[in-house]
Nanobody, 117 residues
Framework: QVQLVESGGGLVQPGGSLRLSCVGS????????MGWYRQAPGKKRELVAT???????RYRDSVKGRFTISRDNAKNTVYLQMNSLRPEDTAVYYC???????????WGQGTQVTVSS
């Protein structure tokens, strides 16, 4: 079993930056892949970025060049640095973890990110 605790959401103006953090605990196998998904009102949850224990990353196209995912394996922590934020980035962001790069077996409670002037 894996537990995930997120922090770092909030309200930011367009063009601003936020950094999300997620600390995981539990099965080391369940923390092989860690990452971030988001869900906007009325929309399906979508992958934002994931990273595996070895460091390989994946991003959805709309965030490439603006968001950076990283992890500290010693702390079982994954980060998402979000720059040049846009109103369309507004969503609840969920930390995910799992035994594949999809990192979608376990979920955190979610943190709201709102991009608005």
């Amino acid at each position: 079993q894996v537990q995930l605790v997120e922090s770092g959401g909030g309200l930011v103006q367009p063009g601003g930056s936020l950094r999300l953090s997620c600390v995981g605990s539990g099965s080391i196998f369940g923390l092989y892949g860690m990452g971030w998904y988001r869900q906007a009102p009325g929309k399906k949850r979508e992958l934002v970025a994931t990273i595996i224990r070895g460091g390989s990353t994946r991003y959805r196209d709309s965030v490439k060049g603006r968001f950076t995912i990283s992890r500290d394996n010693a702390k079982n922590t994954v980060y998402l640095q979000m720059n040049s934020l846009r109103p369309e980035d507004t969503a609840v962001y969920y930390c995910g973890a799992g035994n594949t790069y999809l990192a979608n077996n376990y979920w955190g409670q979610g943190t709201q990110v709102t991009v608005s002037s």
